[in-house]
């Protein structure tokens, strides 16, 4: 196989470079859904917040870079439609509807989506491409999540940005700065294997 051949193509996501079969897909899509799983175990309480910091919201960006918009998207509905009827893993091995944070999972099945689409757009092949793609992702979380949780938890929107958004802006710039380093670092180390 030549090197032109095995370059990664304009258009294309990581998980698009292995063998494309149907089998790959579904391998794909559940495991991104149980990648999410385990990492919202990672949770850590904030105090006055009823949502805890969990590593959810890393593993929902990821699995949508990763496997782009279609399989990010299905990855995500199956992680919230399983923990919906009673898979506990949701963060700190919760399930079911409802919740405070429960808008929060909603706003990771449109944001791996998002980011999914921005990935096949090269968006997750340099430094600043991918930390606009994280940001972007983690603007959609909590475009869904803190309104979510201002109704759930009876809330002013105000309340709810103080406990839903602001203690959390730390973590994620941490968590996209891990990803502005592992993406374009994935993407050079194939792109060398080509």
């Given amino acids: 196989m030549s090197a032109a051949a095995a370059a990664p193509r304009t258009g294309a996501v990581l998980a698009d470079l292995l063998p494309a079969t149907r089998t790959r897909d579904i391998a794909l899509v559940l495991g991104g859904a149980v990648l999410t799983g385990l990492a919202a175990q990672l949770s850590v309480p904030v105090p006055g917040s009823p949502v805890p910091v969990t590593g959810q919201t890393f593993a929902a960006l990821l699995v949508g870079t990763a496997l782009g918009a279609r399989r990010g998207f299905l990855s995500l509905a ?3 439609l399983v923990g919906m009827v009673g898979m506990p893993w949701f963060s ?3 399930s079911g509807p ?3 944070s429960f808008g929060y999972v909603l706003g990771m099945l449109l944001a791996a989506t998002v980011v999914g689409a921005l990935a096949r757009r090269g968006g997750d092949r340099s430094v600043p491409r991918t930390a606009g793609t994280m940001v972007l992702g983690s603007l959609v979380i909590y475009a869904v999540g803190v309104p979510y949780l201002a109704v759930a938890a009876g809330m002013s929107l105000s309340a709810a940005v103080t406990a839903g958004l602001v203690p959390f802006l730390l973590g994620d710039a941490l968590k996209a700065a891990l990803a502005m380093g592992a993406l374009p670092a994935a ?3 194939v792109g060398r294997r080509g």
């Fill in 187 to 189: 993407w050079k180390l």
């Fill in 98 to 100: 409802g919740g405070a």
């Fill in 92 to 94: 700190a091995g919760s």
């Fill in 78 to 80: 199956v992680y919230t």
